[in-house]
């Protein structure tokens, strides 16, 4: 088996571990809009909002990632008494693999960073934050609920924004509770005195933060080398992750390793967020039993797959494996994503300009009839995603004798062709919800439908789309097929 292979299997591994972070929750705004004039009062562009989305930030981002990997993750953080921490409690209540533990403290103002977009091209960001330590009493809960939970856990992620949480003496606390359960320690750091982590199995600093923390050159491998290994015998560190953006990753320890690891990355799009990509995979991968080196390449992987997204986006477990098998995978195969890798991937579709076209069926059989319908849709937008029948729904739709082929058969066909750019499979009786979570610019049906007839056409001409019916090609059809084949 090859290390590519073996890594793949890691992936798998990383279902079901339970990882704690402890860190600073965010909420992150997104706010997009259109430009069109500058401003009469000042030379600025006005911002004609259009839609904006808000999703967790910060440590939230590590616990997002870690749901995306298939972890579960216990999450220990404090929010203020406010709006936006009763939105980041709303968010988390919609992973249902994330366990909260939110400290709720009156005075405290909840952090907020605010982005604003105009097509791919980012205005303005606005922060709104306390980063002041926390009060004695929301210091001890968390202490309290932390260490509680440490036992139970495979791993635990120090996520340091430098907004209060891990103030001094919290990480010592917490790194000497874990060490007594003989757990690995992950930290995301901040700030220029690493000392506080004393004890960590691993810190993840990027290339600046490097600099800040030991007032080194951070220009090369060697330099970089020297770097990790000032802080490993200053601070006892076990070892340093650095991340080095287009340079990739070096993984230096305590016991002399050095490896450096080339980017993965195909395309940059955003970088924000990916530490805490970085951060929790390898956590995730510790938890699994993996060693440093193994998470670590499973880690770059991960944050090759992050940066061609938008903002605080997450890796998906199917999407490390698909990068991973990338040389050895048929093209058809890489195009088949869950709903949620279809959903980044639309919006990366989208922030380049790009028209997302959808439609849907069973393509149980493919026949002239199906390819002059995946023709029509493709020629009518730049991207065209298919929503795909599960095997269950088509039974219910067709009768217990269909689908004749698995739907891993015809997503398999239907993504080897090149009209199609995305294949989604889903198992609901119309593919309304789906159509709201993609959002596509263009819906196509077959003409036997009218426009009111078509299910998610409301929806799509509510947000500006379009929806075509296409020709049908007389005579052609899967029942049809079926009847010749069975002599009828």
């Known amino acids: 088996m090859t290390e590519l292979s073996l890594l793949a299997e890691r992936v798998a591994g990383l279902k079901d571990k339970p990882v704690l972070c402890v860190g600073d929750a965010m909420l992150d705004r997104f706010i997009y809009g259109s430009v069109e004039r500058i401003s009469p009062e000042a030379p600025i562009p006005v911002l004609r909002i259009e839609r904006e989305d808000a999703m967790l930030g910060g440590a939230g981002n590590v616990v997002r990632n870690l749901v995306a990997l298939g972890a579960v993750p216990t999450f220990v953080a404090v929010v203020g008494d406010d709006d936006p921490g009763r939105e980041i409690g709303r968010l988390l209540g919609e992973h249902s693999g994330i366990d909260p533990c939110l400290v709720v403290e009156a005075k405290r103002q909840t952090t907020i960073k605010t982005r604003f977009f105009a097509s791919s091209q ?7 934050e306390t980063s002041d330590k926390l009060a004695d009493i929301s210091r001890s809960q968390v202490l309290n609920r932390a260490k509680d939970l440490i036992a139970a856990s495979g791993c635990v992620v120090l996520s340091d924004y430098g907004k209060g949480v891990l103030t001094p003496p919290v990480p010592a606390e917490l790194i000497a509770a874990a060490h007594a359960a003989g757990k690995p320690v992950v930290v995301d750091p901040k700030g220029n005195d690493y000392s506080r982590y004393r004890g960590a199995t691993v810190l993840t600093p990027n290339r600046k933060e490097l ?24 601070c006892g560190i076990e070892a340093v992750l650095a991340t080095r953006s287009q340079d990739g990753m070096t993984l230096v320890t305590a016991a002399g390793e050095i490896h450096h690891l080339p980017a993965e990355a195909r395309e940059v799009f955003d970088v924000s967020g990916a530490g805490d990509t970085v951060v929790a995979t390898l956590a995730a991968a510790l938890a699994s039993g993996a060693s440093l080196l ?27 494996v698909a990068a991973l098998h990338h040389d050895d995978l048929l093209v058809g195969e890489t195009k088949v994503l869950g709903w949620d890798g279809a959903a980044d991937q639309v919006e990366i579709w989208r922030r380049k300009g790009e028209r997302v076209g959808f439609t849907n069926g069973c393509f149980d059989l493919l026949h002239p009839g199906h390819i002059s319908l995946l023709t029509q849709a493709r020629s009518a937008c730049d991207r065209l995603v298919v929503g795909l029948n599960s095997d269950a729904s088509v039974s219910r739709l067709k009768g217990p004798t269909r689908p004749v082929q698995s739907e891993a058969a015809r997503a398999t066909v239907l993504a080897s062709l090149s009209m199609v750019d995305m294949v989604v499979i889903f198992g609901e009786e119309t593919p309304l919800e789906l159509i709201r979570t993609l959002r596509p610019d263009v819906l196509v049906k077959g003409a036997d439908y009218t426009v009111e007839n078509v299910v998610g056409a409301t929806d799509v001409m509510g947000w500006g789309g379009k929806v075509v019916l296409a020709e049908l090609v007389a005579g052609q059809s899967t029942t049809n097929t079926i009847k010749k084949m069975n002599g009828n």
């Not at 980012?122 to 709104?128: A, I, V």
């Not at 390449?297 to 199917?318: F, P």
């Open 294 to 320: 193994d998470g670590a390449r499973l880690a770059n992987v991960a944050a090759g797959i992050v940066v061609a997204k938008v903002g605080t986006a997450v890796a998906y477990a199917e999407e490390v």
């Open 122 to 128: 980012q205005l303005l960001r606005s922060d709104r």
């Open 211 to 234: 600099h800040e923390a030991t007032g080194m050159s951070v220009e090369g491998d060697n330099a970089i080398v020297a770097a990790c290994r000032h802080l490993i015998t200053t």
